[in-house]
């Protein structure tokens, strides 16, 4: 199973990136996906999740800008991020719960390589 993160860039504040993160594999289910980042000297936080039953999840600090949706029939799950500010610069990672055809009673987490969003003031 693999995770791939696109559309990380460079952005003006005020603007709008939308990340993706793809999962591929020999997928069973997955459960729920979201989305961390990670700026220089901070821990990794958790930006935004959605569960297989579309409940979503925000960190405070994102509520309101950040919307995060999935696309089951495709195994991707989207981050779109308006009024960006210079603090949401960081390194953007997916995660997701799956089970793959091998264990399909089991749920494991995967993440994705990470996408840089910087945000210029």
């Known amino acids: 199973v693999q995770l791939q993160a696109f559309g990380g860039g460079l952005v003006q504040a005020g603007g709008s990136l939308r990340l993706s993160c793809l999962a591929s594999?020999?997928?069973?289910?997955?459960?729920?996906m979201g989305w961390y980042r990670q700026a220089p000297g901070k821990d990794r936080e958790l930006v935004a999740s959605?569960?297989?039953?579309?409940?979503?999840k925000y960190a405070d600090s994102v509520k309101g800008r950040f919307t995060i949706s999935r696309d089951n029939a495709k195994n991707t799950v989207f981050l779109q991020m308006s009024s960006l500010k210079s603090e949401d610069t960081a390194v953007y990672y997916c995660?997701?719960?799956?089970?793959?055809?091998?264990?399909?009673?089991?749920?494991?987490?995967?993440w994705g390589q990470g996408t840089q969003v910087t945000v210029s003031s």
């Open positions: 959605i569960t297989s039953g579309d409940y979503t």
């Open positions: 594999g020999s997928i069973s289910s997955i459960n729920d």
């Open positions: 995660n997701a719960a799956i089970s793959t055809h091998f264990s399909p009673r089991h749920s494991y987490t995967y």
